[in-house]
């Protein structure tokens, strides 16, 4: 099995909707704290609860969160 990387798009998918991340924090009610570490791809184990509310947050699914790089 290759090594393949589970990495997050949330800096994209703010970019491409023109939000902030403080403006995600507002809405999700995730610390910025939290959305920084997940803006910066630092984590190894991702929080279902903060996927969950950022994607309600965002209306975006899974899929457009999390990417698997081949």
Do not use: F, P
């Not at 939000?19 to 984590?43: E, F």
């Amino acid at each position: 099995m290759e090594n393949k990387k589970v990495r997050n798009n949330l800096h994209q998918v703010l970019q491409d909707k023109g939000i902030s991340m403080y403006r995600l924090s507002q809405l999700s009610g995730v610390s910025t704290v939290t959305l920084n570490s997940y803006d910066k791809d630092k984590l190894t184990k991702y929080d279902a609860t903060v996927l969950y509310k950022i994607c309600m947050a965002l209306d975006i699914g899974i899929g457009e969160l999390l990417v698997l790089d081949k």
